[in-house]
């Protein structure tokens, strides 16, 4: 999977400049798109599903240059998740919605309603089936969104701030759910202001600044404190943590295991 931009600007109608001359290169299967308020996240995203056609410069997926004639056929290779899920639930129950994007695929009722149960199962929504979304909370109206997204089974998946709104379990469960999308091969990518959570979970990280690409690479491009300054971004907790030693992990598990080993070498005063 290959998501290629190169040079892209994109200005609203009203002449604010939301991305300016903007190029990357995403091959991973786990990307998450950091940068403050206002740098152009939301609008990328809304450009790499094809909602959105460039002003100037090109969106290539997997070597395809999306143009307003094939944006439609781009649209349904490539879900992208609102960060409010409000913009994309509206059908009389949370089981309609989720069936949306498969009905209008063309799948048959008896395909509809496996994928529709397998999401709901995957998403634990399934008590809600027969419930009118607008009805559902901010955290249960995320889920269906993303289950309606995901029953149409796009080879890349886009989330616009995924984790806002998510209690600690539901935000491990999901977390559990990128990473099986990522494991079976689907491209995800999100945007998130959590810098700890990109730190542990992308194998590649994009970072943004006033519409344009400010670094791209590993999640160590994190720990790179003038960029982060510039971006308006926190340093991740870990790399703070640890920045004095040699030792840099990246998620809570292993900066445990080093701890443990840190502590058999010379064991703390009691
Ligand atoms: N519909 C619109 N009309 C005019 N300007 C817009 C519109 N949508 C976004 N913008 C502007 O475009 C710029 C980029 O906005 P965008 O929503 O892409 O940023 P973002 O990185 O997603 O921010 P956030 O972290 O707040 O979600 C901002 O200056 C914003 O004010
Ligand atoms: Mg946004």
Same mark, same amino acid.
């Given at each position: 999977? %290959?998501?290629?931009?190169?040079?892209?600007?994109?200005?609203?109608?009203?002449?604010?400049?939301?991305?300016?001359?903007? +190029?990357?290169?995403?091959?991973?299967?786990?990307?998450?798109?950091?940068?403050?308020?206002?740098?152009?996240?939301?609008?990328?995203?809304?450009?790499? %599903?094809?909602?959105?056609?460039? $002003?100037?410069? +090109?969106?290539?997926?997997?070597?395809?240059?999306?143009? *307003?004639?094939?944006?439609?056929?781009?649209?349904?290779?490539?879900?992208?998740?609102?960060?409010?899920?409000?913009?994309?639930?509206?059908?009389?129950?949370?089981?309609?919605?989720?069936?949306?994007?498969?009905?209008?695929?063309?799948?048959?009722?008896?395909?509809?309603?496996?994928?529709?149960?397998?999401?709901?199962?995957? !998403?634990?929504?399934?008590?809600?089936?027969?419930?009118?979304?607008?009805?559902?909370?901010?955290? $249960?109206?995320?889920?269906?969104?993303?289950?309606?997204?995901?029953?149409?089974?796009?080879?890349?998946?886009?989330?616009?701030?995924?984790?806002?709104?998510?209690?600690?379990?539901?935000?491990?469960?999901?977390?559990?759910?990128?990473?099986?999308?990522?494991?079976?091969?689907?491209?995800?990518?999100? +945007?998130?202001?959590?810098?700890?959570?990109?730190?542990?979970?992308?194998?590649?990280?994009?970072? !943004?600044?006033?519409? *344009?690409?400010?670094?791209?690479?590993?999640?160590?491009?994190?720990?790179?404190?003038?960029?982060?300054?510039?971006?308006? !971004?926190?340093?991740?907790?870990?790399?703070?943590?640890?920045?004095?030693?040699?030792?840099?992990?990246?998620?809570?598990?292993?900066?445990?295991?080093?701890?443990?080993?840190?502590?058999?070498?010379?064991? !703390?005063?009691?």
């Amino acid at each position: 999977m %290959n998501v290629s931009v190169n040079h892209l600007s994109f200005s609203y109608p009203d002449g604010t400049r939301a991305l300016h001359k903007l +190029t990357c290169q995403l091959t991973k299967n786990k990307v998450a798109i950091l940068g403050s308020n206002g740098s152009g996240k939301s609008t990328l995203l809304q450009h790499l %599903n094809g909602l959105y056609i460039p $002003q100037s410069g +090109t969106v290539e997926i997997n070597g395809t240059r999306i143009t *307003k004639k094939n944006c439609m056929d781009i649209r349904k290779k490539v879900g992208l998740v609102f960060d409010h899920p409000d913009h994309q639930i509206f059908a009389p129950t949370v089981f309609d919605d989720i069936a949306f994007g498969p009905r209008n695929k063309g799948e048959s009722e008896k395909d509809v309603a496996r994928l529709v149960y397998e999401m709901m199962d995957w !998403l634990n929504i399934s008590h809600l089936q027969n419930k009118p979304p607008y009805h559902l909370s901010l955290g $249960q109206k995320k889920k269906v969104a993303i289950a309606g997204v995901l029953a149409m089974e796009p080879e890349i998946i886009l989330f616009d701030e995924p984790f806002s709104g998510l209690d600690p379990y539901s935000l491990d469960d999901f977390i559990e759910i990128l990473n099986r999308l990522a494991n079976l091969g689907q491209m995800v990518i999100i +945007t998130t202001h959590d810098v700890d959570l990109a730190y542990s979970w992308a194998e590649e990280c994009l970072i !943004l600044q006033r519409g *344009k690409a400010l670094l791209q690479g590993d999640v160590h491009i994190l720990e790179n404190e003038k960029v982060m300054a510039e971006a308006k !971004l926190r340093l991740p907790s870990l790399f703070s943590l640890f920045k004095e030693t040699k030792y840099r992990p990246t998620n809570i598990q292993q900066a445990k295991t080093l701890l443990e080993q840190i502590v058999r070498k010379e064991p !703390l005063m009691k």
